[in-house]
């Protein structure tokens, strides 16, 4: 039953939240013994993400449903949209703190263990002899010696990759408003498999890290927060390209129109989003 913009909209309950906290806790439990070495650490860790696929389809079902029957009104609206810029500031308070990590270890911690001016009794104390620089695996050569990522090669290229993403996203978001369903789905389409090239070459950079390279999660400070900061980033422009596909499916149905499509609106936000968050991660991680 639709509903008047006058009135305040309580949605119904709904059991896919607690399915989708189950799913996560699956998830990062396998994830944790994975990385304690167990071998059963990475069937828990996808029989996690199974039940989290599962409640993302089985959620988007039923809003979509409800959606197209008519049942949110112009105040669902502005929730709608009130939700999802939480949401990103969230996720630029998720990548702030791994950033800052990053900030922390390579300005302040590698030179007070350095030892230089001020420092001078910190390296005495601690690692005596200890000459810091940047990349470094920690005055105990965690890991052993590996290479730094470079940005030239698979980096610029995804650089270029997801910043024509932005621009493709962007030109279907115009042929929407203008009501050019051709161009729309072609560019949107474009979109969701340049995102997903991204990941194909990503795939491929840490299997040539790991293999070739010596560079890994154990490879001190500089393994971990590449890796922590590039994982993430990669796990986003996952989940936003599904995001898109789900999208794409609605406008092949015809699911919006010129003046109604917040739906397509916050996934092109969130795509905005892992955009400049790669830039970011590309001059700090990959470049300088």
Request: hydrophobic letters at 55%; glycine letters at 12%.
């Amino acid at each position: 039953m639709a509903h008047t913009a006058d009135k305040y909209y309580v949605p119904h309950g709904s059991r896919w939240p607690i399915v989708g906290s189950i799913g996560l806790f699956i998830l990062m439990a396998g994830f944790a013994t994975l990385l304690n070495g167990d071998g059963m650490g990475k069937f828990v860790m996808l029989a996690g993400a199974a039940v989290v696929i599962f409640m993302v389809f089985g959620w988007f079902r039923v809003v979509i449903g409800e959606n197209q029957a008519g049942t949110y009104n112009q105040q669902v609206d502005r929730s709608f949209r009130m939700g999802m810029a939480w949401f990103i500031a969230s996720e630029v308070m998720f990548f702030a703190a791994f950033f800052g990590a990053l900030f922390y270890a390579r300005q302040l911690s590698v030179p007070w263990l350095s030892g230089g001016g001020a420092e001078y009794f910190t390296n005495r104390l601690l690692w005596s002899g200890y000459e810091g620089g940047w990349p470094t695996n920690g005055p105990a050569q965690v890991g052993g010696h590996f290479e730094a990522m470079k940005a030239a090669g698979i980096p610029a290229l995804n650089t270029a990759i997801l910043l024509s993403s932005g621009v493709t996203v962007t030109i279907a978001h115009h042929a929407l408003k203008a009501g050019n369903r051709g161009l729309l789905i072609i560019a949107l389409a474009a979109t969701f498999l340049l995102g997903f090239t991204f990941v194909g070459f990503q795939a491929y950079e840490y299997t040539h890290a790991y293999e070739h390279m010596n560079l890994t999660l154990g490879s001190g400070v500089y393994g971990s927060t590449f890796f922590m900061l590039t994982g993430f980033h990669g796990l986003h422009v996952t989940l936003g390209a599904i995001m898109l596909v789900v999208i794409w499916l609605r406008c092949v149905r015809g699911h919006f129109t010129p003046e109604r499509h917040f739906a397509f609106e916050a996934v092109a936000w969130y795509w905005h989003f892992v955009d400049v968050v790669w830039l970011g991660l590309f001059i700090f991680v990959y470049w300088l």
